[in-house]
């Protein structure tokens, strides 16, 4: 409310908003605008219609009248603020990341007061997470004059990064009453696709012996494929009564077991045998150096 005295009254009250520098306030969405006027007194009530925090700020009040050809102007200058409780909002719930890579968590904390940089705080499986340290860095920074976002950063991501992260705001009244908010962020860590080849081979093999080699890969996303290939002939091998390929799964199908068994040795067999297997990253395709293993040559045996 604006009280203006004067004779005579001003034929115009005009209220402008330090957020829109330069432009007056009138009837909208946002204010309703309402003049009383009685002997030489008026008054000049400004209504905003929902408070928002882009509405929050001094509002300037001006009125001018003429005497004796003379232009008089008065002004006031009213400030409006609002204790709001904090509002957390994430930037995205869910985050995957590939394993060595950075990862950066950001949520945002707007209030009246905004909260206090010290008031922020990430934790990870119950644990307060330190601003600064080898393994973590958390940067805050005033997007405008009550929004702060927070970024938590992440280096080297690791399987055991992965989870639950959950960023904390608070807040405090003039009555040093507390408000606090907050939200949770999934970390994914994306694995490539990691292969190992063990074997049940013995140092001699004779003709008709049976070998078996097991290929063991793990890959976040789940492996696709699992292919084995003779690499004297570039032959992608199949079940075929020379060869006979079992696949399993387990882990949620992030760990496959491949078990190549050569189901009678000959000579022609020996060589080397690779076991290639397959995942899709966000980045696209990804394969895995091949795992080899070598067959001792089979001994030749005349009677």
């Not at 001018?64 to 400030?79: E, F, L, M, P, R």
């Not at 807040?171 to 292969?195: A, G």
């Not at 696949?247 to 992030?254: K, L």
């Not at 190549?260 to 045998?273: A, D, F, K, P, R």
């Amino acid at each position: 409310v604006c009280e203006i005295e004067g004779k005579p009254l001003p034929d115009e009250i005009l209220w402008s908003f330090s957020g829109n520098p330069g432009q007056a306030v009138g009837e909208s969405e946002h204010y309703s605008i309402h003049i009383v006027s009685r002997d030489n007194f008026m008054n000049a009530t400004l209504k905003i219609n929902s408070l928002t925090t882009s509405l929050i700020g001094d509002y300037n009040c001006s009125a001018s009248n003429v005497v004796d050809g003379v232009t008089y102007t008065s002004s006031k200058i009213i400030n409006v603020a609002e204790v709001r409780r904090v509002i957390v909002t994430v930037q995205t719930a869910q985050k995957s990341v590939a394993k060595g890579e950075e990862a950066n968590l950001t949520c945002s904390g707007e209030g009246v007061p905004p909260p206090h940089p010290n008031d922020i705080e990430w934790t990870f499986k119950g644990n307060v997470i330190p601003n600064y340290s080898l393994k973590y860095l958390m940067e805050i920074s005033e997007e405008r004059i009550y929004k702060i976002n927070s970024v938590l950063r992440i280096s080297d991501s690791q399987l055991l990064d992965e989870g639950s992260y959950t960023c904390r705001f608070s807040n405090r009244d003039k009555t040093n009453s507390s408000f606090e908010d907050m939200k949770t962020v999934q970390l994914k860590v994306q694995v490539p696709v990691e292969v190992n080849i063990t074997s049940d081979v013995t140092l001699e093999l004779y003709e008709g012996q049976q070998d078996s080699m097991t290929c063991h890969v793990f890959g976040k996303p789940p492996p696709y494929s699992v292919t084995w290939v003779r690499s004297k002939t570039g032959a992608v091998l199949t079940s075929d009564g020379t060869f006979n390929i079992t696949t399993t799964n387990s882990s949620a199908g992030e760990r496959l077991v491949s078990v190549l068994t050569i189901n009678s040795m000959t000579l022609e067999l020996e060589g080397t045998y690779e076991c290639w297997a397959e995942n899709l990253l966000s980045s696209g395709r990804v394969v895995q150096t091949p795992a080899f293993r070598s067959i001792v040559r089979v001994e030749d045996v005349r009677v």
